[in-house]
């Protein structure tokens, strides 16, 4: 990994794109600090402590505290990626934009286009609704705001709009200019930026604030083992990340003129983990809803607010059978609406190409699609497993609770950390290859 990033450093043109990667990062985590008028960082301050068990926590660890100290890019990627989402969806559905996506890098430019208004007006209701929330002060009755007027709100709904699509267009400069995905490299510096945060954390469970001198046994166990642990899950990440079922496709002798093609044997890879962090993400933003509701009610003897405080936080049981649960439905939905095995199926029959022991057409659609939900199934369970873990630890040890997004950030941090370093090997490969007038 090291190796390839010195050797990309010697290219001019690789160097460019990692220093522009780089720059725009920076300049994301500049605008992550700037504070957007008429709204009281004081007060956002001691909000950003209080959000433990709520959808505020997630989006807030997704925008690497921007959402809880309301700056400028508090909406984060959320806008963007929802838009992503949608239009996805909706290209399955209407027949027009499915033509669209199918019309070559045409279609593609238009279907960019749509997308970026629909994140402009989801960033425009989702800036409406957070001013709104601030108004209120989350439910406590206490508002975020030194001016509540109307025209401060425009100006605040104006900034957080701005933001959002100032972030959708540095993403789409990293992915014109720079080295790998926009959206994912800008998520993989928000949750990097939790880093100091989290070493001071492992310092204080394991030194006492008088320092050395107030050394505890158990608190150095406890910090040796969430080490351990988080080592033992990027390995985990990192090798079934890179896990792949391959099915094997013959493809048939034809003759062309004097040519003969084909007759070679390649074969379909399909990831194990296909679903990749999505299913975590919606996951998480469902569960979170009860919780969030309860943050709204300013009144702690609330039959609502006790029984989500008691039996649905973030680090009770239910929480986090609902939480697998879902995680285990969205895994099945995301591989329905991105990968379509009829489709694989006919591309593979068109170019001349057969399952071996398997007839083309029809057959072959319903053996991808079964080898696909027993890949899904276990795809799913090392979601489960790398998202559950930290809150079950959580649950059964209180020191633990600080981990509870721990899988899902080193889901995403190694995920895009391979994304890149396997991008930029490509494109060394591609500019070392020697051609036969070389």
């Known amino acids: 990994m090291f190796q390839t990033l010195k050797n990309a450093w010697k290219v001019p043109e690789l160097k460019s794109k990692i220093l522009f990667t780089l720059l725009v990062i920076v300049l994301y985590r500049l605008g992550s600090s700037v504070v957007v008028p008429f709204v009281d960082a004081d007060l956002m301050k001691a909000f950003s402590e209080q959000t433990s068990g709520t959808v505020f926590e997630y989006m807030s660890f997704l925008s690497g505290q921007a959402f809880s100290q309301g700056t400028l890019f508090a909406l984060n990627v959320m806008p963007y990626i929802t838009s992503s989402i949608v239009m996805q969806l909706l290209t399955i559905a209407i027949p027009a934009l499915e033509r669209m996506a199918q019309d070559g890098e045409e279609g593609k430019k238009k279907i960019s286009a ?35 007027s109307v025209f401060a709100q425009i100006i605040i709904i104006a900034c957080y709009c701005a933001g959002a699509a100032l ?52 608190g150095l166990f ?101 939480y697998i649960v879902l995680i285990l439905a969205f895994s099945y939905f995301y591989i329905m609406i991105s990968f379509n095995p009829v489709e694989v199926s006919n591309n593979i029959r068109n170019q001349g190409g057969s399952v071996p022991g398997i007839r083309p057409g029809r057959p072959t659609a319903d053996y991808i699609k079964r080898i696909l939900n027993r890949i899904t199934t276990i795809g799913a369970v090392f979601l489960i497993f790398i998202a559950g873990f930290p809150m079950l630890m959580s649950i059964v040890l209180p020191n633990f609770s600080g981990l509870a997004f721990g899988g899902s950030s080193l889901l995403i941090v190694v995920g895009v950390a391979l994304e890149t370093f396997r991008n930029l090997e490509a494109q060394l490969s591609l500019r070392n290859y020697k051609g036969f007038l070389d």
């Open 114 to 148: 749509i997308t970026r208004v629909v994140t402009v007006a989801l960033a425009l209701i989702t800036a409406f609704g957070y001013t709104q929330m601030l108004k209120a002060g989350f439910g406590s009755g206490v508002s975020y705001l030194t001016n509540n």
């Open 167 to 218: 972030i959708m267009w540095l993403a789409e400069r990293i992915n014109e200019h720079g080295i790998g995905n926009g959206i994912s490299m800008i998520l993989f510096a928000n949750i990097l930026s939790r880093v100091p945060a989290l070493l001071s954390g492992v310092w204080n469970m394991t030194f006492t604030e008088g320092g050395f001198s107030g050394f505890k046994i158990g």
């Open 222 to 322: 406890l910090s040796i083992l969430s080490i351990a642990i988080t080592i033992a899950i990027i390995v985990l990440i990192v090798w079934f990340t890179e896990s792949e079922r391959r099915i094997p496709i013959q493809y048939a002798k034809r003759q062309v003129g004097r040519k003969m093609y084909g007759g070679q044997t390649s074969n379909l890879p399909l990831k194990m983990n296909m679903a990749g962090v999505m299913p975590i993400i919606f996951a998480s933003s469902i569960v979170s809803i009860p919780a969030t509701i309860a943050g709204f009610i300013n009144d702690s003897e609330n039959w609502f607010v006790a029984w989500v405080t008691k039996w649905f936080n973030y680090n009770t049981w239910p929480y986090l059978v609902v």
